[in-house]
């Protein structure tokens, strides 16, 4: 095909259209983004260790264009042509999260890039969720919802046609690529005008705040975008002389020398004007900021101790106590890079520096790494965490649904429901970790 576009242009295109018209549509937004970007700055400036890391790991560069936003939507051919359009953007399905758990009524994946150039370019993610209808119990407004989301159609008649011509021509021109991401970005614009009236809206916000604002617009507008920062309990903490109001708690893991995972925090939902069918007018709270700080991704071994020490935890009533106790709690949680090689808790990614490279035919398949770490001839960098934490966005979840939502259950995990309404698997985030640890650890001849 001539003067094709690929995968990682068209997301890097799409992930800038969607910032700036996420900028027009939630100024704090803006502001955040400034935040953000001067204290990564300053810590850069304070960090030269840091800033040499991340220059060599290529993650400097990705810094800056760093986001992940999150969607909700209704139906099952919804998500399915969905994951069709974030294909094309090179963005995956990773990991299936039931946030069912904590009493809201949607099971979730990202999408995601999956490789290592890819991620290098541009790691935009999606965090996707798909309404539990089921999980309803008033049988009358269940029927009502899904006669309400049988009648839209969130994609642009344009959009559904390239979506066509990529899957028989295998690619897009220049050309149809720019179109392509003018017309999927439609479907994540805020709409004013809801699909219904104003009675239908309030009898689904009162069974879940969710399900109102899932069911009631004619898209799948974004609810917030989040950049990525390099110091989160800096950024909380001056918040509120930018104007913003933070959540109270920064969830996930303790502050770390060798950070963890991932830790976010938010800001609340903005109440907005709506315009229900009837000519009511009334508000609606969708959108909210949010930042995160990520760290290295945990093996297996490594997460179920996090997850251990987590549900330990419990939650403070202030961010400062509930940070305190959290280091204290993670304590037994080794926190150097050596430690959490030795003990295979986390995934690294290991180079030849320039004297590992002169002494490449001495290294072995399956020599121990470490010594030839100490002697210089390998380096080993954390991989950082890709994905996001269940008990992490139920928190966000939950400060954005007003804290009157209580936690409830809403039954067992359904991985395969989840997967028949998406047409395909999600991918597992700890093979995709272990894969690029050994594709490293090939590179150097380690095995
Ligand atoms: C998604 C909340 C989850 C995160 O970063 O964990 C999330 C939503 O509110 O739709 O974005
Ligand atoms: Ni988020």
């Known amino acids: 095909m001539v003067n094709t576009i690929t995968a990682d242009d068209i997301r890097e295109r799409f992930s800038q259209a969607m910032s700036a018209m996420y900028q027009q549509e939630v100024p704090q937004y ?9 204290v990564n700055l300053s810590v850069l400036e304070n960090n030269p260790r840091l ?8 993650e400097l560069a990705r810094l800056n264009v760093e986001r992940h936003g999150a969607i909700r939507v209704g139906t099952a051919a919804e998500l399915a042509t969905l994951r069709q359009i974030f294909a094309i953007m090179g963005m995956f399905p990773v990991s299936y999260y039931d946030l069912s758990q904590a009493g809201v009524p949607v099971h979730s994946t990202a999408f995601r890039p999956i ?10 993610r999606i965090f996707t969720s798909l309404l539990r209808l089921e999980l309803i119990e008033n049988t009358s407004l269940r029927a009502k919802a899904a006669e309400i989301l049988q009648k839209r159609d969130i994609f642009t008649p344009a959009c559904r046609q390239l979506i066509s011509l990529h899957q028989r021509n295998g690619g897009l021109t220049e050309q149809q690529g720019a179109e392509f991401v003018r017309q999927a970005l439609e479907t994540f614009r805020w709409h004013r005008e809801a699909t219904v009236d104003e009675e239908t809206y309030h009898a689904l916000h009162n069974e879940h705040r969710l399900i109102a604002d899932v069911v009631c617009f004619p898209g799948c507008h974004i609810n917030h975008l989040t950049p990525r920062t390099l110091d989160i309990d800096r950024v909380q903490s001056l918040m ?9 708690l920064i969830e996930g893991p303790p502050r770390r020398d060798v950070p963890l995972l991932l830790r976010q925090t938010s800001f609340k939902a903005l109440d907005e004007p709506v315009q229900f069918k009837g000519d009511h007018t009334g508000t609606h709270t969708a959108r909210f900021g949010e930042i995160e700080q990520r760290g290295v991704a945990l093996t297996p071994k490594g997460r179920a101790l996090y997850d251990q020490l987590l549900a330990n935890a419990g939650t403070g009533k202030d961010n400062l106590t509930h940070q305190l106790h959290l280091q204290d709690v993670f304590r037994p949680f080794p926190d150097s890079e050596m430690l959490l090689r030795r ?17 490449r035919q001495a290294i072995r398949p399956g020599d121990d790494p470490q010594p030839l770490i100490e002697r210089g001839w390998i380096s080993a960098t ?10 992490s966005a139920a928190g966000i979840f939950q400060s954005n649904l007003g804290n009157e939502t209580q936690a409830r259950s809403h039954g067992n995990a359904s991985k395969t429901q989840f997967e028949t309404a998406l047409g395909c698997e999600v991918l597992d985030e700890f093979t995709l970790y272990q ?11 380690l095995v």
């Open 115 to 124: 490789d290592d150039a890819a991620l290098a370019r541009n790691p935009f």
């Open 343 to 359: 003990e295979q808790l986390a995934y690294f990614r290991y180079r030849l520096t320039p004297s590992g490279e002169a002494h």
């Open 240 to 248: 509120p002389e930018y104007g913003i109001t933070p959540k109270v």
């Open 435 to 445: 894969q690029t640890e050994d594709r490293s650890k090939r590179r150097c001849g």
């Open 30 to 38: 803006g502001t955040l983004l400034e935040l953000v970007a001067d």
């Open 382 to 391: 954390p991989i950082i965490y890709e994905d996001f934490l269940p008990v």
């Open 51 to 58: 800033h040499q890391q991340l220059a060599n790991t290529d």
